[in-house]
């Protein structure tokens, strides 16, 4: 029954339930987590543009990920953000059922673990999946309470779009294109955002919050809880905590950027952790390319006699995809390989 299948009931775990438990080779091991690792932190605000672009070349080319500060997104609305997602989550579990769908085709949903209907392992993790572009059709399906929600999350959603597509101008730039490149074989790109919830979790060293997996989408922005860490990024055979930076957002390359790319950048494997002292929450926003959008390397980055990696795709061809199946599988992109 759906109302047993999401954590956020306000009733503490005692115990792990059976069907979260991860095999001993497939657990978080925190032993082995390099926590003094920081990933890149790029202000952009920057005296030269020059400079921004070589510290993104940088980043996408060892790490997949990095972290923006003076980003331009009003920090009392990235506050805002972060409360209105935990005072929605503290909602009643009655009211919170009615939104309650584990059909990722639905627009607007609350759900739990990641894709309940594929899985065999749950995970610590309840999350409200937003469709955000435009925001008139899709903001009347949100969610009425807490009363402000509407208001605050489509400011917020508004100013990460616009950070969103600077970015995508510079991560062109890095790459020897025009600056509009990426924005414009992405097409009308779609916006959608996940908040999602891990309550305090009685044993975290025998599941996830959310396993290693990467991003379907062209570019994610993340928002860490500022006091409780839980993002971890694979490198060279070791996860890296991403310890939240006042401040900052977490950005990361999803799959089609690596695609689009010839594979230069890579969409970099990341998992969040859970942990019993603390819940955590985190807003991710997606940028997705529009459904009919098609993938394959642009001239300038094969010209050289680099064979295409990929082949050519759809972004709706690449979703459907990425949802019929589980999330830690392999890359998805290993599908679409020459
Ligand atoms: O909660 C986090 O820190 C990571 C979230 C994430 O990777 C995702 O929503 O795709
Ligand atoms: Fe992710």
Sequence with gaps: ????????????????????????????????????????????????????????????QTYGFFQVVNHGVGLDLVEKMMT????????????????????????????TSFNVRKETVRNWRDYLRLHCYPLERYTPDWPSNPPLFRDVVSSYCKEIRQLGMRLLGLISLSLGLEEAYIEQVLGEQEQHMAINYYPICP??????????????????????????PGL??????????????????????????????N????????????????????????????????ISPPKKLIEDGSPAV??????????KKFWSRNLDQEHCLELFKN
């Design 1 to 60: 029954m759906a109302e047993h299948q999401l954590l956020s009931t306000g009733i503490p775990h005692r115990t792990l339930p059976e069907t979260y438990i991860r095999q001993e080779s497939d657990r978080p091991n925190f032993t082995r987590v390099i926590h003094d690792h920081n990933i890149p932190i790029i202000d952009l605000n920057s005296p030269t543009k020059a400079q921004i672009i070589s510290q993104i070349r940088h980043a996408c």
């Design 203 to 228: 044993e975290p060293d025998l599941t996830y919050g959310l396993p290693a997996h990467t991003d379907p989408n062209a570019l994610t922005i993340l928002l860490q809880d500022p006091h409780v």
């Design 310 to 319: 990929y082949r050519s795709f759809t972004y709706d061809e690449y979703y």
């Design 263 to 294: 594979g230069k950048y890579k969409s970099v494997w990341h998992r969040a952790v859970v942990n019993s002292g603390k819940e955590r929450m985190s807003v991710a926003s997606f940028l997705c390319p529009c459904n009919t959008a098609l």
């Design 84 to 111: 209105i997602g935990k005072e929605f989550f503290k909602l009643p579990i009655e009211e919170k059922m009615s939104l309650y769908s584990d059909d990722p085709a639905k627009k607007m949903r609350l759900s």
């Design 232 to 261: 971890q990024v694979f490198k060279e055979g070791q996860w890296i905590a991403v310890n939240p930076h006042p401040n900052a957002f977490v950005i990361n390359l999803g799959d089609q950027l690596q695609a689009l790319s």
